[in-house]
């Protein structure tokens, strides 16, 4: 007879908890500070262009979530230059509330992104501090 967690598999919430044990996180604070310093290499929005193009954080690149192993993997032909180049770069890894940047940070790590964090709070917390956004339409190559 089997649990009722093996018949369900892992929620949502488990799968990014387990994520966290592993990938660091930065909050937007410390975000705006590092980008203000330059010492990031990349800024990566992996939401939807939808949501993009109602704001996001000045000098960000969208790679959304389900196109990011397309995106980072060089040998693809959706891969986008500002990703693949910047393998050994600091990446912070943003979205709205900091569930699916820690989820596309794995998965980054797991394709041998070395220094990846992800950012708490997301873009909806970056807004709520009142920090720098922009509006408009997604650039997709």
Known sequence: MSTPNSEQGKSAIQIVA???KTIPELTVAQAREK?????????LDVREPVEWEKGHI???VLAPRGMLEWYADPTTPYAKPELTT????HIIVACASGGRSMLAAQTL???GYANVVSMVGGFNEWSKQ???IEEGA???K
């Open 18 to 20: 387990e994520a966290r």
């Open 35 to 43: 980008l203000d310093q330059g010492q990031i290499g990349l800024l």
């Open 58 to 60: 000045p000098g960000a």
């Open 86 to 89: 910047k393998r050994d770069a």
């Open 109 to 111: 790590q797991s394709m």
């Open 130 to 132: 009142g920090f720098p």
């Open 138 to 140: 997604a650039e997709m």
